[in-house]
């Protein structure tokens, strides 16, 4: 029975990971396709444009990506404890808590780009295309932040497949259209976003399937608004804003610093690094979100041993792939920067290959980081969460950054990534003993 069990909770390990991680790089190819097509239709401007509208983008997914997270983790808690109408009603303050914010953030786009672009280091030829960016990005943040909500909920209900082939719809319907737009009907920049906006719609659409089946299992309720609940879900999806929100920070900072150092060139080669980093990052948040619904329902249930092995399973896997990605990266970091290098520009190739055989040391660490953020979120412990997520993302990373590059230039912006995620990963294990082990 224990051998049986023990494979019915690898399937599902298998089965979630799998699908959540081929649909999370699927969503990552957004920014990936923008960065290829915009490198070749519009040159280093183009390229430096787009990382530096980036980090907005960032916010608007991260804010999806704490109210999904955190309100269907809640909700698969609840399920557990057979407590549907509550769950309902978190999945009513989710939804509308969302459409709030994104009608917020249409009116910043409307009223307030240029400020923005101004305040992100953008100027001559590339404040434009920034603006450009910025402003249709805020405007579809209605249907980015209603997408990750949903694909969480979809996720949770037992619906692994449905979302998966709905972010994989709405990621290759992207790449046609980047195509589509900035080369056959030379759109510029304004088509590439334009693409990147149409991607949460078509998605939704293939999601809309499941509110009309009866096996769907939340459904919008009438229940009053509520600043408990919201605080609740935001508390339990902080991990989740917190880590794409200050990856977007640090962006910005890394853009700043690289602008002193090394003008736009830099800011271009930091693009290539940076985009790869999201497509990099996808697969272990991919591992992280697929683990989440599991968890979540075996702590809800009472059955502790299933939660100790699922998390198991996660770790090994994102330190075996991450020992493979470093090595692959550090072997071809030539041909990978070469394919987002259009103009051949010599000094960005070499400031883009040095930097990729630094940066991206840091993978089994900032995967295990990943991982334990989500984990203690899940089992309805978001302190040990919070900390996690606020070492990796500010407390470190941010103080690093500035004094590595004051003292080594490019080579201690590079290290920042790679030290930062090392000592997080100290702590998180500390918190592991702390929180968990001693409890036991």
């Given at each position: 029975?224990?051998?049986?069990?023990?494979?019915?909770?690898?399937?599902?390990?298998?089965?979630?990971?799998?699908?959540?991680?081929?649909?999370?790089?699927?969503?990552?190819?957004?920014?990936?396709?923008?960065?290829?097509?915009?490198?070749?239709?519009?040159?280093?401007?183009?390229?430096?444009?787009?990382?530096?509208?980036?980090?907005?983008?960032?916010?608007?997914?991260?804010?999806?990506?704490?109210?999904?997270?955190?309100?269907?983790?809640?909700?698969?808690i609840?399920?557990?404890?057979?407590?549907?109408?509550?769950?309902?009603?978190?999945?009513?303050?989710?939804?509308?808590?969302?459409?709030?914010?994104?009608?917020?953030?249409?009116?910043?786009?409307?009223?307030?780009?240029?400020?923005?672009?101004?305040?992100?280091?953008?100027?001559?030829?590339?404040?434009?295309?920034?603006?450009?960016?910025?402003?249709?990005?805020?405007l579809?943040?209605p249907?980015?932040?209603?997408?990750?909500?949903?694909?969480?909920?979809?996720?949770?209900?037992?619906?692994?497949?449905l979302?998966?082939?709905?972010?994989?719809?709405?990621?290759?319907?992207?790449?046609?259209?980047?195509?589509?737009?900035?080369?056959?009907?030379?759109?510029?920049?304004?088509?590439?976003?334009?693409?990147?906006?149409?991607?949460?719609?078509?998605?939704?659409?293939?999601?809309?399937?499941?509110?009309?089946?009866?096996?769907?299992?939340?459904?919008?309720?009438?229940?009053?608004?509520?600043?408990?609940?919201?605080?609740?879900?935001?508390?339990?999806?902080?991990?989740?804003?917190?880590?794409?929100?200050?990856?977007?920070?640090?962006?910005?900072?890394?853009?700043?610093?690289?602008?002193?150092?090394?003008?736009?060139?830099?800011?271009?080669?930091?693009?290539?690094?940076?985009?790869?980093?999201l497509?990099i990052?996808?697969?272990?948040?991919?591992?992280?979100?697929?683990?989440?619904?599991i968890?979540?329902?075996?702590?809800?249930y009472?059955?502790?041993?299933?939660?100790?092995?699922v998390?198991?399973?996660?770790?090994?896997?994102?330190?075996?792939?991450?020992?493979?990605?470093?090595?692959?990266?550090?072997?071809?970091?030539?041909?990978?920067?070469?394919?987002?290098?259009?103009?051949?520009?010599?000094?960005?190739?070499?400031?883009?290959?040095?930097?990729?055989?630094?940066?991206?040391?840091?993978?089994?660490?900032?995967?295990?980081?990943?991982?334990?953020?989500?984990?203690?979120?899940?089992?309805?412990?978001?302190?040990?969460?919070?900390?996690?997520?606020?070492?990796?993302?500010?407390?470190?990373?941010?103080?690093?950054?500035?004094?590595?590059?004051?003292?080594?230039?490019?080579?201690?912006?590079?290290?920042?990534?790679?030290?930062?995620?090392?000592?997080?990963?100290?702590?998180?294990?500390?918190?592991?003993?702390?929180y968990?082990?001693?409890?036991?």
């Open positions: 029975m224990t051998g049986n069990k023990n494979e019915g909770i690898k399937k599902s390990f298998v089965k979630y990971t799998s699908l959540n991680v081929l649909g999370m790089l699927g969503l990552s190819c957004y920014i990936l396709a923008d960065t290829y097509f915009i490198s070749k239709g519009l040159g280093a401007e183009g390229l430096a444009a787009l990382n530096l509208a980036i980090p907005i983008y960032s916010f608007i997914h991260g804010m999806g990506l704490m109210l999904g997270m955190g309100g269907a983790t809640r909700c698969s609840l399920r557990g404890q057979k407590e549907q109408k509550r769950a309902d009603s978190y999945f009513t303050s989710c939804v509308r808590t969302a459409l709030g914010i994104g009608v917020i953030l249409v009116l910043f786009g409307l009223l307030a780009s240029r400020g923005i672009t101004a305040a992100l280091g953008a100027e001559g030829n590339v404040f434009d295309m920034t603006n450009t960016y910025l402003k249709v990005i805020l579809f943040s249907m980015f932040l209603m997408n990750n909500v949903l694909l969480c909920f979809v996720r949770n209900d037992g619906k692994p497949r979302a998966m082939a709905a972010m994989l719809s709405g990621s290759f319907s992207n790449i046609i259209l980047d195509y589509i737009f900035i080369f056959p009907l030379r759109m510029g920049i304004f088509g590439a976003v334009l693409a990147t906006g149409f991607a949460p719609v078509i998605s939704i659409g293939v999601m809309s399937i499941c509110f009309f089946r009866k096996d769907y299992s939340f459904r919008i309720d009438r229940s009053r608004p509520s600043v408990r609940r919201v605080a609740d879900v935001c508390s339990l999806g902080l991990p989740s804003l917190v880590t794409e929100v200050s990856s977007g920070i640090v962006m910005i900072v890394f853009n700043m610093i690289i602008l002193g150092l090394m003008g736009n060139t830099g800011v271009a080669a930091y693009g290539v690094i940076a985009n790869l980093s497509v990052m996808s697969m272990f948040n991919g591992v992280a979100q697929g683990i989440q619904p968890i979540s329902n075996s702590y809800g009472g059955k502790r041993e299933d939660v100790k092995r998390l198991r399973y996660a770790l090994v896997t994102v330190i075996a792939a991450s020992v493979l990605i470093y090595i692959g990266i550090f072997v071809w970091a030539d041909p990978v920067a070469m394919v987002f290098n259009s103009g051949r520009d010599v000094i960005l190739q070499d400031t883009a290959v040095y930097g990729l055989r630094i940066y991206f040391a840091a993978c089994p660490f900032a995967g295990v980081n990943v991982i334990m953020a989500v984990y203690f979120a899940s089992v309805d412990k978001p302190k040990p969460s919070h900390y996690i997520s606020l070492m990796r993302g500010f407390f470190l990373i941010l103080p690093l950054t500035f004094l590595l590059s004051a003292t080594l230039g490019m080579t201690g912006v590079w290290m920042a990534f790679p030290a930062a995620e090392f000592l997080c990963c100290i702590f998180a294990v500390f918190c592991h003993r702390r968990i082990i001693k409890k036991q």
